[in-house]
């Protein structure tokens, strides 16, 4: 009974031992792999795309080869200072670059939004500044008021053409174009109208093609008064206005969009000294603080404790990454033999 419970015991060990080496070698290969991409990403930060390449594969190569020379050594029992050696100097190279990725995605996302929510505030508060000083000029004040009241009175004639109940250009429709005419201060001759009891339709393209007449007149009336660059200059930053807010809103963060906010910034205040009569002395956007990925920007900020949690998360999976198929061959294997 004895002789056959120890034949049974050594027909049962190689079998196990086979299911683990191919676990083992699994994990092996699987954290080679995952290491050397994000060697890749850790060094493409600051090192040309070829150059990072050839180090990812070295570096990824190198440990799939020693942790399966350490496998081999812990199952035959032989000494494992030479491959523990030569694991500890490519583990230098790896385990800086993978905490360089792996911080890097982390805090990307994070510091790039706080970066673009402190552009948006100097954004906000300079354009509101510049806005404030057009509003104050009374020339363009006049001027803006003007073209609302013309806006509003093309507005009232094209309702009135198309109005069902007493489409064309009737008594009341005349009686806005003289509004339009004294706005502009032109005498306009109207399109040739169709008849009051013509179809909706033509009503409709009529109202069309008026508007788009007296819009044409009214460019050449006022393209050349002073005031009209600047009020342009203030629809173009409301513009902006309105489309960085709605990315705020969003939370849409990108580092491009934190750039070109600094530059529309930097052209507004241009635009301004160019166009506005006092110095306003318009503030800049650092747009620099979301910079990361580079060793450099990785390394300022582990000394200047930018987001802790995210620093130890960092060095815990870079190190893990690395050390967990060595860790479970020299654990792992003496478990085998004490069976």
Known sequence: MSVDFIMDHEDERPKRGSLFDVVLVTII?????????????????DFPAMLAAFLCIVIGLALLAINLVIRNSRRRGLPLSGPLTAFGIVFVFSFISNTNAIYTFFIQRDIVGQTQEAAWRVFDAETNRVL????????????ADLQARL??????????????????????????????QDLLGLELTPLRAPATTASMPQQEAYARDLDAFIEEQAEIQFGNDPAAPILGFRDRINELRSFYEGKMINKEYDRDTTDLMARDLNSIAFRAGELLPDDLGVGEINNEADEVGSFRYTWRNFVNLISPMAIVLSVLLGALLDLLAPLLSVLLYRYEEEL
């Open 29 to 45: 290969v699987l954290t080679a792999s995952f290491s050397a991409y994000t060697t890749y990403v850790g060094f493409s930060f």
């Open 132 to 143: 404030a000083a057009i509003a104050a000029i009374p020339e363009v004040a006049a001027f």
């Open 151 to 180: 806006e509003v009175a093309r507005q009232n004639l094209s309702r009135q053409i198309r109005d069902a109940r007493n489409p064309g250009f009737g008594e009341l429709a005349q009686r806005h174009f003289r509004e339009v």
